[in-house]
């Protein structure tokens, strides 16, 4: 079963505009990953935030954990037509033999118009 | 260093037919996973390895042969290829230890189709 539900599904933005994506999980997190993936690519980590932070900057992107509701929200700021692409948040479980395994939302597709 | 490295790109399989999909990489990393992904599913973890010798099921194993003997290669291996596998395939690898373990390197994919 997925670990992680992402909001909205889909997410079509004009270039400079902000895009904002949000991701809900069910289990304890040692720490949430965004990934990005373009068409036909692999995916490519953007930025992890551990289970004791709240915020995150990376460039142009902000992240936030709340851990409370068991959530987290991946904005980009001033988007452009390159940010376009599909992009996931993976929780890596707390405790046990986990190793760390991390599980993969469904996605969030954003199109970026220039 | 070339990362991730997978082979085939693309693959078409008869039913019933086997096949490996090789994986290898180069950044000496302890573990080393496979995910198939699936049109509204993300990705699911198939199986994984935390170093030669030691592998483990993820969350859709059946159907699916992992071996791990260097650190380098982990090949996933379809016994006997079912429609249900049409998918594509990512293979990742991070380290273990450190500040970045939890990073994941993924490769560029293979694409399966079985008939």
């Known amino acids: 079963s997925q670990q992680g539900e992402e909001d909205p599904q889909a997410l079509s933005i004009q270039e400079g505009e902000n895009a904002t994506m949000n991701c809900s999980y069910k289990?304890?997190?040692?720490?949430l990953q965004w990934y990005r993936q373009n068409s036909g690519r692999g995916l490519v980590h953007l930025i992890l935030?551990?289970?004791?932070?709240r915020e995150k900057h990376s460039g142009r992107l902000r992240v936030t954990l709340d851990t409370s509701k068991k959530s987290s929200s991946l904005l980009i700021t001033a988007s452009r037509a390159a940010d376009t692409a599909s992009y996931f948040c993976a929780t890596a479980n707390a405790g046990g033999t986990s190793y760390g395994k991390l599980t993969f939302g469904q996605g969030t597709i954003l199109t970026v118009h220039p | 260093n070339a990362g991730v490295t997978q082979t085939p790109k693309f693959q078409v399989l008869k039913t019933g037919q086997s096949m490996t999909l090789q994986c290898a990489q180069d950044m000496n990393h302890e573990y080393m996973s496979w995910y198939r992904q699936d049109p509204g599913m993300g990705l699911r973890l198939i199986h994984y390895s935390v170093g030669a010798g030691i592998t483990d099921q993820g969350e859709v194993p059946n159907g699916y042969n992992v071996s791990r003997s260097t650190t380098e290669d982990f090949p996933l291996r379809l016994l006997s290829a079912a429609p249900s596998q049409t998918s594509v395939y990512f293979c990742a690898s991070r380290r273990m230890f450190g500040s970045s373990y939890n990073e994941q390197f993924f490769g560029p994919g293979t694409r399966l189709t079985v008939l």
């Open positions: 289990t304890s997190i040692n720490n």
């Open positions: 935030i551990r289970s004791n932070e």
